[in-house]
């Protein structure tokens, strides 16, 4: 079977659900905090592991209680933990503020996944690119780990998928021989460092890193769907129309149901419409680990379309 490897954070997730965000100098009173794991790489490695992908994980927590637990979970959702490391640094935290509608703001602590350097990268995780078919990124470790990853991979001759988000100040010119990015409205804006305010800026915006080597461009557009780009020209694809009731995750589920789809050998249009399938399952229920679907969940929900 094919190994995909997934380099990335692991948070744990504050989430504070009220029923909006408060306005400048308001102060509410919030329905309730919950604490669940999560971070963009924890959340698409076990999404991986549940689509039934053999996943490799790489991340760092620190020595605290916050790292326990985060392990203990990945390991009961069945992600081999081997290549998690511990640092004496607090571990990563995510505060999200959740409103009754199902949109989020996220605010992130990166803590152990900040403490990730090129050299690390270079002892642990070149032999784990070595044995995948595909590696996943995402842009929530440092930029200097980011770096080395792409050098790796680009060696190696190995594709490389990059969620790209957050930004942080990362430009495209850090990502490049990518085999595929995926950004949203605002990550696109920042990797290209131009402002994009109508649908036309954002094909604008898809189709200069195209221009610049990339060859698959997927910009994730939320409740719109995403917006496919190449050489060969532009697709649109639309979002199922479901009743949200929490956004978080919903991101990492899209990737990894698209590179679950990639590592089955679906072509490239497929793979975004079985992730299109993967989001949408997770919008409908709460907490980021805890929405990602299984390939029996996806099974369900085309069965009901």
């Given at each position: 079977m094919k190994k995909i490897c997934v380099i990335g954070s692991i948070n744990m997730d504050v989430v504070i659900k009220m029923?909006?965000?408060?306005?400048?100098?308001?102060n509410i009173f919030c329905e309730r905090v919950d604490h669940s794991c999560g971070g963009k790489g924890e959340n698409q490695a076990i999404a991986l592991s549940k689509l039934g992908a053999d996943t490799l994980f790489y991340g760092c927590v620190g020595n605290d209680a916050f790292g326990d637990t985060?392990?203990?979970?990945m390991r009961e959702l069945g992600v081999d933990t081997t290549h998690v490391l511990r640092k004496n640094v607090s571990t990563g935290v995510a505060y999200i503020l959740l409103e009754s509608n199902g949109d989020n703001r996220i605010i992130v602590n990166p803590g152990a996944n900040e403490a990730i350097t090129a050299e690390d990268i270079r002892r642990d995780v070149t032999p784990l690119i070595e044995q995948s078919?595909?590696?996943l990124i995402q842009l929530e470790v440092s930029l200097e780990a980011i770096s080395e990853i792409v050098a790796i991979c680009n060696r190696l001759n190995k594709k490389l998928i990059v969620d790209a988000g957050p930004v942080r100040g990362c430009k495209i010119d850090r990502l490049m021989g990518a085999y595929c990015i995926s950004p949203n409205e605002t990550e696109l804006s920042a990797l290209i460092g131009e402002p994009l305010e109508t649908e036309e800026d954002i094909r604008r915006g898809a189709q200069k890193l195209v221009t610049l080597g990339i060859q698959h461009v997927v910009v994730k557009l939320g409740a719109k769907g995403c917006l496919?780009?190449?050489?060969?020209?532009?697709?649109?694809f639309d979002a199922y129309r479901v009743k949200a009731i929490d956004t978080t995750g919903a991101g990492d589920s899209f990737m990894a149901g698209f590179c679950a789809g990639l590592m089955e050998g679906m072509s490239v249009e497929d793979a975004i419409s079985y992730a299109t399938k993967c989001g949408a399952v997770a919008v409908m229920r709460m907490g980021a680990v805890n929405s990602m679907p299984s390939r029996e969940d996806i099974a369900i929900f085309e069965a009901g379309l």
């Open positions: 029923d909006r965000i408060p306005r400048e100098g308001e985060l392990l203990q979970n078919d595909m590696v496919y780009v190449t050489t060969g020209g532009v697709r649109c």
